[in-house]
């Protein structure tokens, strides 16, 4: 595979510092700054200042690009949309079960009754898979997810309530004996409600209040800088007839002449509707030449693919879960190390947040508690999932087995079938003397 040119290699051979697309896009948008204006709501305006930490307030950041990045727009860079789609997908399609301790050991729930809610239809409005969609987007986006615990006036809860980011605002309320976190909500209507009432899901970096958005954090600038990148390609090769088109003729012509030539011919060849449409017809010895401008020239596919891998990194996704191959055999044996590290370092921290919230909201005893089914990562890698399966049933020359098949059976929707099939493996030599001892912890 081609070694891919890091970006201070490329900088290094760029004729001036930083990429030529970008430094005209950003005198382009200064010249656009410095005209006056009489709309105060202008999208483009210079944020500084108390303005700045104003708008930080409702997710609005200026980034380094001089772009507006908010949770919103950022979402319109394909590298963090997918980032955000695959975090939040991976973790809606793992199954909740609930869990007793019984004797030092757990055991799975039967007919849980908080698992509907989890794991098909927390509230009429949503399914379980969008509630955790919404939840994991808002942690990531926005710093944290809110979900409203409705209960009926005996104390059980009836559904969980997704809310939106802005619609709900935290605040710390201390007592002589007591620090805790009460919240006011505007949702269609205005109330307030205790923490013990709320699914807190904060982001990495939880104050105590609130957490740090991705967005805001660490990826402001590369996603500034990618959304400008879209921004002026766009523009540059939307014109069609671009200026790196030069006509040129041995025979003078007067100012009006070059101006009605420049205009006829952007009017006839210029513009996506008008490529490939008319014959190119030059008259009275005028030649055409193209200047053509290469992305290599200007860095625009280096820098582009430098911001794809600088959102992945902050994200914690490995590249070439969003389409960015160049770079995936530089983390241990390749792609499947980098998927087993995303499982491992990404997502393990966002299932260990959702479960202690769970935890400490929805039982009031440490016998109950909830977990993430990781095997559920699992079911689309056949390969992966046998060698898993045949070592824990184990059997001669694998050693000891820690799942009987009858359990292997359950994991694939199958029926049972008893006798030997219900027993875990254990060599005759190394038969367990404590009945309870041979299962998975």
Known sequence: MNAVATWDAVQSRAASPGSSILNAWRAEREATRAAP???????????????????????????????????????????????????????????????????????????????WLLNEQPTPRFTAASHWEHTLASMLLRESGFTYIRRNRMGEIKEFVPLPWD????????????????????????????????????????????????IQWAARNAAGTAMAMDEYSGRFFAGGAHPSIVLSTDKQMTDKLKTDTRESFAARYSGVENAHRLPLVLTEGMKVANLSLSAEDSQ??????????????????????????SASTSWGSGIEAMSRAFVTYTLETHLQRIEQELNRKLFRTSKFFMRFDRDALLESDSDGQAKYFRAGIGGPGAGPGWMSIDEVRKKKNLKPMGGKSAEVYFPPDKAPTNPTEGTKP
């Open 37 to 115: 204006r009489n709309d105060v709501t202008d999208s483009k305006q210079v944020i500084s200042g108390d303005n700045a930490s104003m708008l930080q307030l409702f997710g609005v950041n200026s980034a380094a690009a001089g772009v507006a990045v908010t949770p919103e727009s950022a979402m319109r860079v394909s590298a963090v949309f997918a980032c955000v789609q695959r975090i939040a997908g991976a973790v809606a399609s793992l199954p909740i079960e609930t869990y007793q301790r019984v004797e030092g050991e757990r055991e799975r729930v039967e007919n849980a009754p908080l698992w």
């Open 300 to 325: 625009l596919l280096e820098a582009r693919k430098f911001q794809v891998i600088d959102i992945a990194r902050a994200f914690g996704v490995p590249p070439h879960m969003i389409g960015e191959t």
């Open 167 to 214: 619609g709900v605002s935290p605040r710390r309320v201390t007592t002589a004996d007591s620090d805790r976190l009460e919240y006011s909500i505007n949702d269609v209507r205005t109330w307030g409600c205790d923490q013990d009432d709320m699914l807190h899901f904060p982001g990495f970096g939880f104050n105590g209040l609130r957490g740090m958005s991705v």
